[in-house]
């Protein structure tokens, strides 16, 4: 169920063997278009792992075409019905880029940072981001207990919860909540 | 009839206006000659733009280059001539582009941007070097380095993007005596192309509004991230390229046919946005981060 993607080796494979930076949108373009192959091939749900470690640098069109085209798809489910992706390995430069996207389509993503932390990239308000942490430190959890986690009014929970899954930043299974780190 | 057009001794994005005001004045079909046989220095917007002065042309001008052996010889190893004698008819002396070691002070000597293959080679071309010269000599943050870089590639993705011709790029730090008086990394990116404003009057079912020109199409890009592509992520590299000056106390200024507009910092008292100016087209970006001064 999860597969992992290293970009690095996945640019040098189709773009050219001698890059190493994530820069403009033909190159972005052809590495969204392999993974969305990937992507296609996988049993639902599935949880991919981009790893953005052996990637030198990432401008913003290229992270606009390889992140924020392929979230967009699995937003709005035109790529796949049930896919999860969470990115590793990207340092602060990254995250500047990725940021500067997520903000442009409403996105978000959990990103590992080379730091071994994780965060969420892109919008999401307050209460999202308790309840995310929430979920993130209990792996599984259904919502009752989760209520009791963030102090927060059921309805407030349940909203947020509603926010977390249309963002595809949590999955669910049958009562329960599941964090994507928990499922790598 | 050959219409002189005199390069000023010292060219650098003000000086060059005088270039670009002679040049308004003779239609694109008329042969020109380049004097540039008095000029003594140039930044590398000033060499940037006299390639992409001779692109504009559609009859092929002809080019005169510094009689000063110090400025010739310095405009070879940045990689001037091997360009310009492709592009102008050369009269005068024509120093050898032999495989002379590069200035110091270049990060990146001029090169052609036509297709996204060469933004991935000033890509890497750059990083080799700015590290060294960021951080060690402009004493600029280490993550400074890769911002650069982001920053270096949106502006030539603009040119393969929207200028519908190549352009040329060119990396050096100099010293900024005149408003600075310290060093700074220089960043120049022209091209003679279509501009800002034909690009965005290209966006499907683009309308005018009560008042369109290059100032207003400058601000829409620039200030407002309007891109000709309805894409929702698209207008990002200018934004992207504008928090990285301001981070980095820098300058950013972007000429495009008769205007140009420019993010100012404490250090400079350029016009944020100054219309009016000589046609020229195509659009001509420079980039300035100074040298960053630790605290006393």
């Known amino acids: 169920m999860t597969h992992h993607i290293d970009i690095g080796s996945l640019l040098r494979r189709t773009v050219c063997d001698l890059y190493s930076n994530l820069v403009t949108r033909p190159t972005g373009a052809a590495v969204r278009k392999e993974i969305e192959v990937v992507l296609k091939g996988l049993d639902e749900p599935s949880l991919t792992v981009i790893d953005f470690s052996q990637v030198g640098l990432l401008d913003y069109s290229c992270a606009d075409e390889v992140v924020g085209k392929l979230l967009d798809g699995v937003r709005r489910q035109v790529i796949l019905t049930d896919a999860y992706v969470l990115v590793r390995g990207v340092r602060d430069d990254h995250l500047e880029a990725l940021d500067a996207v997520m903000q442009r389509y409403d996105l978000a993503v959990i990103a590992e940072g080379d730091d071994g932390a994780w965060r969420v990239v892109g919008p999401l308000d307050d209460g999202m981001r308790r309840v995310l942490d929430a979920v993130h430190r209990c792996g599984r959890v259904i919502k009752s207990d989760l209520v009791k986690a963030v102090d927060t009014p059921s309805c407030d929970v349940e909203a947020s919860l509603d926010g977390l899954l249309a963002r595809r930043l949590v999955m669910r299974d049958d009562d329960a909540y599941v964090s994507l780190q928990s499922v790598m | ?296």
């Open chain 2, 1 to 296: 009839m050959t219409t002189v057009i005199t390069v000023p001794p010292s060219l650098d994005d003000e000086t060059f206006e005088q270039v670009f005001e002679q040049v308004a004045a003779v239609s694109a079909d008329q042969k020109i000659l380049v004097d540039a046989r008095h000029t003594r220095w140039s930044s590398p917007y000033g060499l940037t733009a006299l390639l992409t002065l001779g692109q504009s042309r559609a009859e092929q001008a002809a080019f005169a280059g510094p009689e000063a052996e110090d400025t010739a010889s310095y405009w070879a190893r940045a990689g001037f001539y091997r360009h310009a004698s492709e592009i102008y008819e050369m009269h005068g002396k024509v120093p050898r582009t032999r495989e002379a070691p590069t200035e110091s002070n270049v990060l990146l000597e001029i090169t052609e941007v036509a297709r996204s293959d060469d933004v991935h080679t000033v890509v890497e071309r750059i990083q080799s070097r700015a590290q060294a010269i960021l951080v060690h000599e402009l004493h600029l943050d280490p993550q400074a380095t890769m911002r650069f870089a982001m920053t270096l590639s949106e502006v030539c993705q603009n040119i393969v993007e929207h200028a519908g011709q190549g352009g040329w790029v060119a990396v050096q730090t100099y010293q900024y005596r005149k408003r600075l008086g310290r060093r700074a990394v220089v960043i120049a990116v022209c091209d003679a192309g279509l501009g800002f404003r034909r690009s965005l009057e290209s966006t499907p079912g683009w309308k005018p509004r009560d008042r369109w020109d290059d100032a207003a199409a400058l601000e829409d890009a620039l200030v407002r991230g309007v891109s000709r592509y309805r894409d929702p992520g698209r207008g990002q590299g200018l934004a992207g390229v504008r928090r990285f000056v301001g981070k980095w106390e820098g300058k950013l200024a972007i000429r495009s046919g008769t205007a140009r507009i420019t993010i100012v910092p404490e250090w400079d008292d350029a016009v944020p946005l100054k219309e009016g100016l000589p046609h020229f087209p195509g659009a001509q970006v420079q980039i300035t981060i100074p040298e960053r001064v630790p605290p006393a």
